[in-house]
């Protein structure tokens, strides 16, 4: 079992930006690939990015490509998805999920955390 917490999320400008952070708790993270999905008001959950357990690899959702960057460190069991140049419909809930595949696909992960909200307003 592995239980994901998120942290970093917040109230931020249009333009700004935002560090989100994954790390489980009571448990290693660096046999998973990690995911971060999105769910804005109304709107169903999507994929946003996803990392290989070794970091070799990543997925990153058009929308958002050359403004988010996902990243992990296993030595501080923790995956980050780093977000500038954030526009208003880059708000909502985040969410990060560990399974054994990086996909954009919800189905591919076994474990989610809480989320964390990300409100981007002027």
């Known amino acids: 079992q592995v239980q994901l917490v998120e942290s970093g999320g917040g109230l931020v400008q249009p333009g700004g930006s935002l560090r989100l952070s994954c790390a489980p708790s009571g448990s290693r993270l660096d046999d998973h690939a990690v995911g971060w999905f999105r769910q804005a008001p109304g709107k169903e959950r999507e994929g946003i990015s996803c990392?290989?357990?070794?970091?070799?690899?990543?997925i990153i959702r058009n929308s958002v490509k050359g403004r988010f960057t996902i990243s992990r460190d296993n030595a501080k069991n923790t995956v980050y998805l780093q977000m500038n140049s954030l526009k208003s419909e880059d708000g909502g809930v985040y969410y990060c999920a560990a399974g054994p595949h990086c996909g954009l696909a919800q189905g591919l992960y076994n474990y989610w955390g809480q989320g964390t909200q990300v409100t981007v307003s002027s």
């Open positions: 990392i290989t357990n070794d970091g070799g690899s990543t």
